[in-house]
């Protein structure tokens, strides 16, 4: 007759669980509650600063139909 051991190993140390990318990025964002139009006005300056014009210069560039 044949038998089966297990041998089960226990871990006795304690891990801390991870936090995972979205809850810090969650956590931030509660943190910086109160500087929301800050960030807006980073927002739209950056738009309005950066991406429109390196826009506006690569249609320029490729040509303007």
């Known amino acids: 007759m044949l038998t089966t ?3 089960q190993t226990i871990d006795l140390e ?3 669980p ?3 990318v979205f ?3 969650f956590d931030c964002c509660t943190s910086q509650e109160n500087n929301r139009l800050l960030w807006l006005a980073i927002a739209l300056s950056f738009h309005g ?3 429109t014009p ?3 210069l ?3 560039i ?3 139909n």
Do not use: K, P, Q
């Open 49 to 51: 600063c950066v991406l």
């Open 5 to 7: 051991t297990f041998n």
């Open 18 to 20: 991870r936090t995972s």
């Open 23 to 25: 809850t810090l990025f």
């Open 62 to 64: 490729t040509g303007i």
């Open 58 to 60: 690569l249609v320029a």
């Open 54 to 56: 390196i826009t506006v």
């Open 14 to 16: 304690y891990a801390e």
